[in-house]
């Protein structure tokens, strides 16, 4: 084949790829708020859901952010998205469940939890609403799925809501509009590397 009949091959190729696209993307017209769940083993499912964050809030888009699990204050998302305007970013988890090891205490902290993080999802001057680590507290069972999943349906029809977590439950995958599974491949902490900030915290 010369180099020409390559260049109109792939010509041909694209032009065909083009068609494809353009339909596909017509055929999408609806707007409505979305419901994403990112799951799965592997490292970077909330800094996805983080990466949202950015884009919503280079939209002037108000976000809420509330984090379960983490106990910690240090974390250079907080950092950075707790400054900016139209961010309300909510630290509600009290260390990692493991340590604590008492499940009235667990159901107690994820109940007040929940308490403050379930008003985004009433709340129509939010744009985008982040439940990071929330599948933890339904696969325990620290909280109720059907309520939560409830209070997700009856949010404000263009409200986008990110949950994230390993072990997310049947129920809100069904419930889900996207959802995305992160494979663990390898882990630098396998190899004994300490998490290390910018990439891990
Ligand atoms: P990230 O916040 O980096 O996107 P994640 O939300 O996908 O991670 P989590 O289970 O919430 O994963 O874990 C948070 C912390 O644990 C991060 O420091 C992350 O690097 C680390 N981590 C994630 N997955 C693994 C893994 N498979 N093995 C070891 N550490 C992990
Ligand atoms: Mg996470």
Redesign the pocket.
Same mark, same amino acid.
């Given at each position: 084949m010369t180099e020409q009949d390559k260049a109109e091959r792939y010509k041909k190729r694209m032009q065909r790829k083009e068609k494809i696209v353009d339909a596909s993307i017509e055929k999408a017209d609806q707007e409505k708020g979305l419901l994403l769940v990112?799951t799965g083993? &592997?490292? &970077?499912?909330? @800094? @996805?859901a983080f990466g949202m964050v950015a884009r919503a809030l280079g939209h002037n888009m108000n976000v809420g952010v509330a984090q379960f699990i983490k106990g910690r204050t240090d974390t250079g998302e907080e950092a950075f998205f707790s400054k900016q305007a139209g961010c309300t970013w909510l630290v509600l988890g009290g260390g990692f469940s493991w340590k604590v090891q008492d499940l009235a205490e667990d159901q107690a902290r994820a109940a007040a939890g929940w308490e403050r993080a379930s008003p985004f999802l009433q709340d129509d001057s939010i744009d985008l609403v982040v439940m990071d680590?929330l599948t933890y507290p339904l696969k325990y069972g620290w909280l109720d799925t059907d309520t939560v999943l409830k209070a997700i349906a009856n949010r404000p029809a263009m409200q986008h809501v990110i949950v994230? &977590? %390993?072990g997310a439950p049947d129920a809100l995958v069904e419930a889900a509009d996207t959802v995305s599974s992160?494979d =663990?491949i390898k882990?630098a902490? %396998?190899a004994g590397i300490k998490?290390q900030p910018g990439? =891990?915290?």
């Open positions: 990112l083993n &592997g490292k &970077g499912k909330s @800094s @996805s680590e994230t &977590g %390993r992160v =663990d882990h902490f %396998r998490a990439i =891990d915290l």
